[in-house]
C-alpha cells in the first residue's frame, strides 16, 4: 500500500488546561473519501485545522503529502481545496468572477484559469448563473460555488467541513451527487458530517469521535456491523402502560434502550423479538421494524446528550 496521504500519530491539540483532540492516530489514503464523526465538542474542527496547517499541533506528529504541516504549512496549503462550515463567498462579484479571483489567489495565470471556470460551472450546474452576482442565489446554489472554488486550483486533497449543513433534501442530493463524482475521478476527501445517511453514501472509511479521542474505525458498514445487530423494533407505548412494559421487555433482545416515547429493541431477527414480545403478552400502539443503521452506531458511542 503506497504511503497515507495524511497520518497522524498521537495528534494532540490543547487550549490550555482544556484538551480538544486527544492523543490519535489515523491515516486517510490516496483516492478514499475518509470521514471525521462526532457530536460538537469532540474534536472534529481542530483536527481538520490542524491537517490544514491553520492551527498548530501540540503534541505528537503529522505529515500531510509526507511534509510537516509545523514546518511547510504554505506548501501544503497551496495543494488542499477547503470547504468552509459557512459560506464566505464575496457576495457583490459575480459567481464567475468568484471563482477566477480563488484562482489568482492560487497565482494561476489568466490563461489557467477560465478554462478552469468554464468546467467548474458546468461541474456545479452554474452555467446559466456564470454573470449573475451571488448574493440572490440560494442555499444549495452558494453551496455549490462555494465546493467550485474549492476546486479551482484541481487540490491533491479537499476538505470538507459539514458540506450539507442547512440545505433541503434536493440540494442534499444534488450535491451528494457532485461530490461522488468527486470521488470517482480519484479525488481525496475529507469530510465531516453531523449526517449518518451522508457518511454512509459518501465515506469509504470513518473515524468516530468523541471527547477527543477516536472511539471507533471502519466502513460505514463494518461499524454498523460490529456495534449494532441487525435489525432495530421500535416499540411505542401508552404513557400510563410503558414502565410496566419496559419492565416485561427485559431480556428480549440483544440490547433494549429506553426514550422518552419508545423503546428501542435492538436484535438479529426482529420477527422472532415480535413473537416472543406477543407471547409475553405485550402488545405496542405501535411498532416500527428497520435495519440497523450508521446514526446507531452513533449514538451508541457518544450517547443521546445534548451538547451546545
Known amino acids: ?86 459560506d464566505n463567498l464575496d457576495l457583490e462579484l459575480t459567481v464567475a468572477e468568484n471563482l477566477y479571483i480563488y484562482g489568482r489567489y492560487h497565482d494561476m495565470k489568466r490563461s489557467e484559469i477560465e478554462p478552469r471556470i468554464e468546467e467548474l460551472l458546468e461541474f456545479a450546474q452554474l452555467g446559466e448563473r456564470a454573470d449573475s452576482r451571488v448574493e440572490p442565489l440560494s442555499g444549495g446554489m452558494k453551496r455549490r460555488l462555494t465546493i467550485a472554488r474549492a476546486l479551482i486550483n484541481s487540490p491533491d486533497l479537499i476538505i470538507l467541513d459539514e458540506p450539507t449543513t442547512g440545505l433541503d433534501p434536493q440540494a442534499r442530493h444534488l450535491l451528494w451527487d457532485r461530490l461522488y463524482r468527486l470521488k470517482r475521478e480519484g479525488a481525496t476527501l475529507v469530510i465531516t458530517t453531523h449526517y449518518m445517511d451522508e457518511a454512509e453514501q459518501l465515506c469509504d472509511r470513518l473515524v468516530v469521535m ?49 426514550l422518552a416515547d419508545r423503546v428501542l429493541l435492538y436484535t438479529d431477527d426482529a420477527d ?28 451508541r458511542l457518544t450517547g443521546r446528550r445534548l451538547i451546545d
Open 1 to 86: 500500500m503506497a504511503d497515507p496521504l495524511v497520518q497522524a500519530r498521537g495528534l494532540t491539540k490543547r487550549f490550555g488546561d482544556f484538551t480538544a483532540v486527544d492523543a490519535i492516530d489515523f491515516d486517510i489514503q490516496e483516492g478514499e473519501a475518509f470521514g471525521f464523526l462526532g457530536p460538537n465538542g469532540a474534536g472534529k474542527t481542530s483536527t481538520m485545522k490542524m491537517i490544514t496547517s491553520v492551527s498548530p499541533i501540540t503534541e505528537g506528529k503529522m505529515t500531510v503529502f509526507g511534509i510537516d504541516p509545523m514546518t511547510d504549512g504554505r506548501s501544503i496549503r497551496q495543494r488542499l481545496g477547503v470547504v468552509p462550515q459557512e
Open 210 to 258: 468523541d471527547e477527543g479521542k477516536i472511539v471507533a474505525e471502519g466502513s460505514p458498514r463494518q461499524l454498523i456491523e460490529r456495534y449494532a445487530p441487525r435489525e432495530v423494533v421500535e416499540a411505542r407505548f401508552d404513557g400510563e402502560v410503558k414502565d410496566e412494559a419496559v419492565l416485561q421487555l427485559e431480556g428480549l433482545a440483544q440490547r433494549s434502550e429506553v
Open 272 to 299: 422472532e423479538t415480535q413473537n416472543a414480545m406477543h407471547s409475553r403478552g405485550i402488545f405496542p400502539e405501535q411498532v416500527l421494524v428497520r435495519r440497523s443503521t450508521l446514526e446507531d452506531v452513533f449514538l
